[in-house]
């Protein structure tokens, strides 16, 4: 995106969220990403809900105070997006638990979504937006010299 470009609009499913935020693998850029002020990332309450009670999981073994440092390092650079629900479309996630991800998108005018669930990526070129992975995703940004990776 040159300058001047509007910033892109980004829906990050909470697998991709949470990979982020607790491992130190080949996701760990994001987190400097979305805090970046470069991208516009989106959540709902719905969708927000979902990343904290994932980060509650036991198998996390967090405490609440983690929980809380976690959140810190992502819900403040979202964009919270209200009435989610009241996005109809005729695209339906065969996952009823993903289609708040789709509904997001649709409520946020998102340009894209990135996700590793095959639940979402089995629905590209049905919706508006792209929906890649996020490795995808990140050559993305490569190939468009972003410069925060």
Not at 3 to 21: E, K, Q, W
Not at 125 to 140: C, L
């Amino acid at each position: 995106m040159g300058a001047g470009s509007p910033l892109m609009r980004v829906v990050f499913d909470t697998n991709t969220v949470i990979s982020a935020l607790l491992f130190r693998g080949s996701m760990a850029w994001l987190v400097a990403h979305w805090q970046s002020n470069t991208i516009i990332p989106l959540a709902s309450q719905q969708t927000a809900h979902e990343f904290l009670r994932v980060l509650a999981y036991p198998k996390f073994k967090l405490t609440e105070q983690q929980i809380h440092d976690f959140a810190a390092r992502y819900l403040p650079y979202v964009e919270r997006i209200e009435g989610i629900l009241d996005s109809l479309t005729d695209v339906q996630c065969r996952d009823v638990k993903d289609q708040i991800f789709i509904m997001l998108a649709i409520a946020g005018k998102a340009n894209i979504v990135v996700t590793g669930d095959e639940d979402l990526l089995v629905l590209r070129g049905q919706v508006p937006f792209s929906i890649v992975t996020p490795a995808e995703y990140k050559n993305f940004n490569i190939n468009n010299q972003c410069r925060y990776l």
